[in-house]
């Protein structure tokens, strides 16, 4: 991993930002330079609300090399409040607490470090909405 | 266009062969492919794989391949489409030979899965789905399709133990094949109290890691009959994909790649759905075999798991899905596996398939796919 990549792809890991086409209008993330609904190639950066529902999840036990400590993974597919779907993971929960429409709210956390000395890479995870 | 044949195959058994690296595995399947051809001299060598630079430090397949099936001095190139390569490197084969440029190409699968502890081959295998947005969160392939499968269950009702039905069925046919990796029967309630690899996806509803290597030999309709007395004729040939993130997709339990593929196919093959006899799937995960049933046009959206409980797709029903035992039992060298469902399907319509047969048929269909129905192939040949 290098710094390099890790700073190009801030926007969409650090402030949820996405793409919206301008020719359709659909908004999509994450981010990319073409729509994947219509092939417009003329999109913009938009930034995405942070709160939104489960559509699905699951619980990865079962985990790649460099993410054992954070074993089980709770992944979920969230529908933001305009209706664009994010995957990331849930955190702050137990695995038996999370259930389909349940509401959530991104946050900024640390994901991934590469060594003790390597870099750190920062991205959304979601919380419970607790009211 | 040329006409393309199948004109033979050959096969190694899947299992952890940590005695043989990809040189011996290739060697293995092209030595059955000799054995199965009255004349071997391809000109282009075209080679399915995924993981050959994540996991085996390899690239320039095909000049490795090569030199394995005695052939140095031929051309060719390695075909990537994640799990999916090897139904991609037929299609890929098949231009080839179509398009005039080459009479006889040897098209290889291969891969060597079985090296590393599993969490390595794991993020290998995460590679198939977005780094940037999907396996930088520790996410893997497994993962997604659990997610899949709870949104396929909740949308549609199906019970977990519904969806145990299809590995056993899978099992069965696999102890009956001998180049299957898993050969043991098992039962409903081994699959619900098997290990929870990321829930609601169990052990036994995932396909095993192993290591294999398939050959078929594809050549035009000017030397078909001079390679082989039973040339199997591929008359449908498409290819379809759909978003590399989950987030984007129009609708998870609607998979476009395999609509695409499939419509293409059956086009270009002057056939639909209800015409086909025998055909071999993509069933990584039980939740695979779901969507590629449906997406094949072989149920409606959401009905696939009903007609499985009602004994549907099973050996003497049309068509007969995955007598092979599919990727579940049969095994799931990932980047090779498309071209042993081709492999298979050829010995079904010869009738001379080691295991469960399928009976006199005349059409046969084989569908790959690589990520979450990502990248798929549709194959389908013709007696």
Redesign the interface.
């Known amino acids: 991993m290098s710094p390099a990549r890790v700073w190009r792809?801030r926007g969409?890991?650090y402030r949820l930002e996405g793409s919206k086409c301008k020719k359709c209008n659909k908004v999509?993330?994450?981010p990319?330079p073409a729509c994947?609904y219509c092939g417009s190639l003329d999109v913009e950066k938009v930034e995405l609300p942070k709160r939104g529902k489960i559509?699905?999840?699951?619980?990865?036990?079962?985990?790649?090399?460099?993410?054992?400590h954070?074993a089980p993974?709770i992944?979920?597919?969230v529908e933001l409040e305009n209706g664009?779907?994010?995957?990331?993971?849930i955190t702050d929960a137990k695995?038996d607490e999370v259930y389909?429409g349940m509401e959530v709210e991104a946050v900024l956390r640390r994901?991934?470090e590469e060594s003790s000395e390597g870099l750190i890479?920062y991205?959304i995870?979601f919380i419970p909405i607790k009211e | 266009m040329r006409r393309v044949y199948a004109a033979g195959v050959g096969m190694t058994k899947i299992d952890r062969h940590y005695d043989k690296g990809f040189q011996e595995l290739v060697h293995i399947a092209v030595k059955n492919l000799v054995d199965d051809v009255k004349m071997f001299s391809p000109e282009a060598i075209v080679v399915g794989n995924m993981m050959s630079s994540s996991l085996y430090q390899q690239d320039s397949l095909a000049a490795l391949v090569a030199d394995a099936a005695g052939l140095r001095g031929r051309g060719g190139f390695k075909v990537e489409a994640a799990c999916g390569s090897g139904g991609h490197a037929v299609a890929a084969g098949y231009a080839l030979i179509a398009s005039g440029l080459y009479d006889q190409v040897l098209v290889v699968g291969v891969e060597k899965m079985s090296d590393y502890p599993t969490a390595t081959t794991t993020s290998a295998l995460a590679q198939a789905a977005d780094f940037e947005h999907e396996a930088i969160y520790g996410v893997s392939f497994a993962a997604l399709n659990a997610l899949v499968m709870r949104l396929y269950m909740h949308r549609y009702e199906a019970r977990r133990e519904d969806l145990a039905l299809w590995p056993v069925r899978m099992h069965e046919y696999g102890s009956q094949n001998p180049y299957a990796q898993l050969r043991n029967r098992i039962t409903v309630e081994d699959v619900l109290k098997s290990a929870v690899i990321a829930d609601p996806i169990r052990l036994m509803d995932s396909s095993p890691i192993g290591d294999g290597a398939a050959a078929v030999l594809l050549v035009s309709e000017d030397v078909a009959r001079k390679v082989s007395d039973t040339p199997i004729q591929i008359v449908g040939v498409g290819m379809g994909s759909d978003g590399l993130d989950l987030t984007s997709r129009e609708d998870l339990l609607n998979p476009m790649s395999v609509r695409i593929a499939a419509e293409k196919a059956y086009k270009m093959a002057g056939v639909e759905p209800m015409h086909i006899d025998v055909a071999e799937i993509h069933d990584a995960f039980t939740i695979t075999a779901l969507l590629s049933i449906e997406g094949l046009g072989f149920a409606k959206l959401g009905e696939s798991w009903r007609f499985i409980k009602d004994g549907r797709f099973a050996s003497g029903d049309k068509p007969s899905i995955n007598l092979s035992g599919g990727l579940k039992a049969r095994g799931h060298p990932v980047g090779a596996t498309g071209v042993y469902q081709v492999a298979e399907i050829v010995m079904q319509l010869r009738g001379d398939f080691p295991g469960v047969k399928v009976g006199k048929a005349e059409y046969g269909l084989a569908m790959n796919t690589g990520g979450v129905a990502t990248l798929t192939s549709v194959i389908i040949l013709k007696r």
């Open positions: 792809e969409a890991r999509f993330y994450p990319k994947p559509v699905s999840y699951a619980i990865e036990h079962t985990v790649p090399e460099g993410y054992r954070l993974i992944v979920a597919l664009v779907k994010v995957l990331a993971p695995p389909i994901i991934w890479v991205g995870k």
